[in-house]
């Protein structure tokens, strides 16, 4: 299992969607494809754009299907944070079902 | 060109004030403004300091300024931001924390990583109203990095007004405005029509795939517009010949969000003069702003309402006979 602290990469407002895309193509996917799960570890991170964790994980779910959710869980997030994934989750598998 | 400061520009009486802008010449810039005082919106020092940044200062003019209207642009960083004196020097500038944040040019993400956060302990806000305003910072600057193609970024300003407990928010670019930006993957042939789906959740310049890209989710003017509305708020949009206002909801209103920016309660002017651009203002009353995550479930249900919606009207319909 590979756990990312976000924190760690982006500060405790994750707004830098530069950075959520190369998480996500350099940690994020590289751990998925080698069969690891993901533990994407919000503690620290007072809130998010809603362009963060669009970049962070919306073409996973394309990539992917929806369920590599199943692989990848969302840890220690506060209330906007987790809304914020759960909106852009949702939307995501709205728009993948044409 | 040609700009005058009256002696009010607020969102509510913009109009007049971006009737007046006269964008001929764009090689001078002649900045006259009310003798008496001015009290102006950030948005209107974001707009000045886009459109004269390239102008060499030489060949810029700004009137002889009243004291007490020198001072304010000085320490607003106009001055600065056109590269001229603007008679200055005798002052002693106080640190700004509490009450605005001076113009500052945004080239790249980094650059607004960073003003982000220094601009949030600047404000000295609770958390709940910082975290607003942040995120309304950052998408707005994330737009212009990503979609304005321009050399020059954007301009960001704000003030905090102690009386009304307002923030108020602008932000200008002189790049390639916002139809030519939404023409790339969608067809439309007016300003007003480019502006509609700009602010429709959704839908981004930079594909025309439902939802986005991987990086784009057209999403963030709606957020952005959707706070304001929220709040009861002020938001405009002006982009080419075409300024759209989000007017306030009335105190006894109930809170509905709209996909369509044209089912607000809004104002549309089609025949101003052309900015080559994109302006943004917006203020934030700090009394009514609504908790964050109360916001963000209205949203998540329109914005799912919304291509629910559009994916339905791609649905090939039966035939009768």
Known sequence: ?98 | MKIHIPNSVWLGNINPFLASFDPSDPDSLDLTVNEKWFSVHPVVLAMIASVGVNVDASRIRCAKLEAKSRYYLQRMGLFHALKIDGGMDDITEHEPAGRFIPLTQIHTADDLSSFVANMIPLLHLPAEHAKTIGYIMSELGRNVIEHARTSEGAFLCAQYYQKSNTIRIGIADTGIGIKEAISQSHSVSTDAEAIRLALTPGITGVTSREGGNDVNAGAGLFFIKSIAQANRDFFILYSGSTLYKLLKRTSSSRLRLFADPFKDRHSLQTDLPYWQGTMVGIDINLDDTKEFILLLDAIHEVYIKAIQERKKARYKKAKFV
């Open chain 1, 1 to 98: 299992m590979k756990k990312i602290n976000i924190v760690e990469y982006v500060g405790a407002f994750a707004e830098n969607k530069d950075k959520a895309r190369a998480l996500r193509l350099q940690e994020i996917v590289p751990a998925l494809e080698q069969g690891q799960d993901v533990v994407l570890d919000f503690n620290g991170v007072d809130a998010a754009t809603q362009s963060f964790i669009h970049a962070l994980i919306s073409e996973i779910l394309r990539q992917y299907g929806s369920d590599i959710l199943e692989r990848i869980t969302f840890k220690s997030c506060v209330p906007a944070v987790r809304k914020m994934i759960e909106i852009v989750v949702e939307y995501t598998q709205e728009g993948m079902t044409d």
